[in-house]
């Protein structure tokens, strides 16, 4: 499942074939059957899933770890930054390539992505909750939708640019 996860994420759905993935996961074509017995689409949607709870856990970590919501806007924002330019700009979010290519195409893989997304929403709402009150969620949402997009003007642009000013403007806004 990673393997597919990260193929997913740098190629998309449709570029992603099944020998691919058992070719660069080392796994046997029968387990993936006796696995995924509904194919490829189960196993996109698993490992969306599994891709979708490593950040998950790691804003909860930076959530616990940071002091405000500023310091956790930040944080979050130039992890993003970092991982996206360490893969050489073919790692943006792990969920958006395929959300985007099979939401219409796929309900179980709208469905995961939806539930996936909505999961970090919810970290991150919990974690402002103190400090912003009833607002928390809204901005938890406007968080998530300005860094999503900035993570790809950021992947096609090939510059940390669009996520640094995304950043500095939603702390911005926090402060102010």
């Known amino acids: 499942m990673a393997t597919t996860a990260r193929l997913l994420q740098e190629q998309g759905y449709a570029a ?4 691919q993935i058992l070719e660069e996961s080392g796994a046997p074509k029968g387990s993936f059957y006796f696995h995924f017995p509904e194919g490829k689409e189960q196993l996109a949607a698993e490992a969306l899933r599994l891709a979708g709870a490593e950040i998950e856990q790691g804003l909860r970590q930076l959530a ?13 924002v130039d992890r993003q930054a970092h991982a996206l330019a360490a893969s050489g700009y073919r790692r943006g979010c792990p969920i958006a390539t395929v959300a985007l290519e ?15 997304f909505d999961g970090w929403i919810a970290v991150l ?3 402002f909750t103190p400090h912003l009150g009833g607002r928390a969620r809204e901005y938890a949402e406007e ?11 950021s992947r096609v642009r090939r510059d940390t640019a669009p996520l640094q000013l995304t950043r500095d403007r939603l702390v911005s806004e926090l402060r102010g």
């Open 16 to 19: 992603t074939g099944v020998a």
């Open 64 to 76: 616990a770890a940071a002091a405000s919501p500023a310091e956790l806007v930040t944080r979050f």
């Open 102 to 116: 099979m939401a219409d195409e796929s309900p179980a893989i709208r469905v995961a992505c939806r539930e996936i």
């Open 125 to 127: 709402a919990e974690a």
């Open 143 to 153: 968080l998530f939708m300005a860094v999503e997009g900035a993570l790809l003007l």
